[in-house]
């Protein structure tokens, strides 16, 4: 399927007293590389919440290897497993400058409809741009 790279400098701020980045901050990181893996297709959160959609989190996973540690440049690689439903499905590969996988993980979000409250089907104009991207 669909993958994209995303590229952050670990900031001080995400480093516990020893350098490391603080595990919760992982989670941060998936965002980073799914909402960018949106924009690559041209889709905001900002844009799916004026139509009436929100992603939130339902599943998430990670999967610890090496320390990520202050000032490193990490890459995101964020896959898209399938063809979203209901649900969309991310794996995450972060690896530092030099390529050593750090950290994989995945993440399951459900399309909801803003004003029911309920799960609701990915919009087509979403699932027409990664038909875009899978020919």
Sequence with gaps: MS?????????????DQMGVVYHGNYAQYFEIGRTEWLRSLGVTYK??????????????????????????????KTILKKTPTVKIEFNYEITNEKQELLCSGNTTLAFIDMKTKRPTRCP??????????KT
């Design 3 to 15: 993958e994209h790279y995303s590229n952050i400098r670990v900031r001080y701020a995400e480093t």
């Design 47 to 76: 844009c799916m919440e004026k139509s009436g959609i929100m992603l939130p989190v339902i599943s998430l996973n990670c999967h610890f290897k090496k320390s990520a540690l202050y000032d490193d440049v990490l890459t995101i």
């Design 124 to 133: 087509d104009y979403i699932l027409e741009k990664i038909q875009t991207i």
